[in-house]
């Protein structure tokens, strides 16, 4: 329920469960520029698109990633690109920039393929039994399964890779990335403490990367994948390659950022499916239409435009990415606003993709605005972030869930196991606050 700013940090206090959704005023969805409640350190939220673009852009090195956000990430992923910024951001991605080229689709279409076909294998297994499955835990295992298998050549069944994922499904539950109570009261920059089933589960995390990063350092090792293009990676300057602390760094920036944006997403796409079967069955058309009875094909993907629009107005209700924090190293002035230094600076795609100033009936799910019959706001439209520290894996990502969503659909019917009420939480990303269950039915024939 929308509330004044006040109010709205107080419900934050209230419910205690590190949703920052609750820390969203009314006018939150409209105003330009504005405050999320009071603190001492000073929380202001910028919606206005172009000064969106000028804190991402960060010409002048003012506002890079938020304390808050460092100290959540150091203990999983130390001092890697997905928290540095200046020259030894640019360091670290002319670095990795060549693994990037794993994530080439065409490179991963594959590992892709193999992996939804071991998830389908398990969706036939839910179908003839009629249990109930979760949806966010099966989406999380799906696209861990991807990440594993183009970084370490690796299934997520292995032994290894499933303790992984168990450890991240307790990070990400657990991480200390906000205390709104540390929000109000504490300066900026100070001291964060995770909790210590936090600390153990990167710990575990950090061991297993580092058992598979050691199977790639065996020098009879032959691979190629993301793990053995990180490693080959050497400083241009210096010649120098990374340490093995390094390594476990950044490849546990590929396994972070490369599935767990993409569960959320999917989370999404088969609850809104599962709400409204009228779109199972506009989406069944297209697929059907296109690619008949063949294995589904990279090609065909490419011509799935209502399967696109889904997914990206999927996104546009519920990007991955609920907030991009920065943090003013400063003093400054963004636009009509002072900055002081310090402040916490919040960009949100999720209010700015709810602005009724850029969309039309912006709390509506509508894929067709998507097929070029309306005009989209581009510049209002960021689920990938933007400016250079958008999403390099974005093109990955989306294949993926086209490939995803088309398997599963030419299949499978799903619905709800439950009527129990779906309440979004932005933590790490935008997940439901509880747990989705859903059953799975075979399709009958054409």
């Known amino acids: 329920m929308p509330l004044p700013a006040v109010l709205a940090l107080l419900r934050a206090l209230w419910h205690g469960d590190g949703n920052l959704l ?64 200046g020259d030894k951001w640019r360091r670290q991605r002319s670095m990795i920039d060549p693994a990037f080229s794993q994530l080439r689709v065409a490179v991963a279409y594959p590992s892709m393929v193999q992996s939804v076909a071991a998830f389908l294998t398990r969706l036939d297994t839910y179908a003839a039994t009629e249990e109930a499955f979760s949806l966010d835990l099966e989406m999380s295992h799906l696209t861990a399964d991807v990440i594993c298998r183009t970084t ?10 499933a303790e992984i994922f168990e450890d991240f499904t307790e990070f990400e539950r657990s991480v200390a990335q906000v205390d709104i109570f540390r929000l109000i009261v504490k300066p ?47 400083d241009e300057h210096t010649d120098k390659q990374f340490t093995r602390e390094e390594l476990i760094d950044q490849l546990g920036v590929f396994f972070l950022a490369g599935h767990e944006t993409s569960a959320s997403a999917l989370t999404w796409v088969f609850f809104i499916l599962a709400e409204q079967p009228s779109w199972m069955s506009r989406l069944r058309e297209e697929i059907d239409r296109i690619v008949g009875d063949e294995e589904i094909a990279l090609e065909h993907l490419r011509e799935m435009s209502l399967v696109k629009a889904f997914f990206k107005e999927t996104l546009r209700l519920y990007p991955p990415i609920t907030f991009l924090p920065r943090v003013a190293m400063k003093a400054t002035q963004v636009g009509p606003r002072k900055v002081r230094r310090g402040a916490l600076v919040m960009i949100s795609p999720w209010t700015l993709h709810r602005n009724p100033r850029y969309w039309d009936d912006p709390n509506v799910f509508r894929p067709e605005r998507f097929l070029g019959s309306e005009g989209i706001p581009s510049e209002a439209y960021i689920p990938f972030g933007q400016g250079p520290h958008t999403c390099i894996g974005a093109g990955f990502a989306q294949i993926e869930a086209l490939l995803i969503i088309a398997s599963v659909v030419r299949r499978f019917d799903v619905q709800r196991s439950d009527n129990a009420t779906v ?5 790490l990303t935008t997940r439901p606050a509880k747990q989705i269950f859903l059953k799975a039915a075979t399709r009958r024939s054409r």
């Open 22 to 85: 609750d820390l969203l005023p009314g006018n939150a969805y409209s105003f330009d520029v504005g405050d999320l409640g009071y603190s001492r350190r000073s929380t202001v939220m910028f919606n206005d698109p172009s000064l969106v673009n000028a804190i991402l852009r960060d010409e002048f090195g003012i506002f890079p990633k938020s304390d808050l956000q460092v100290n959540a990430l150091e203990p999983l992923i130390g001092d890697s690109i997905f928290v540095t910024d």
């Open 152 to 161: 370490f050549s690796v299934p997520l069944d292995g032994k290894i890779s």
């Open 188 to 234: 900026a920059w100070a001291t964060l403490e995770q909790p210590p089933e936090v600390l153990a589960a990167c710990e575990r995390i950090r061991h297993h990367l580092g058992t598979m990063v050691d199977s790639h350092l065996d020098p009879g090792a032959q691979f190629d994948d993301i793990a053995s293009a990180v490693i080959a990676a050497k």
């Open 423 to 427: 309440r979004p939480a932005a933590r």
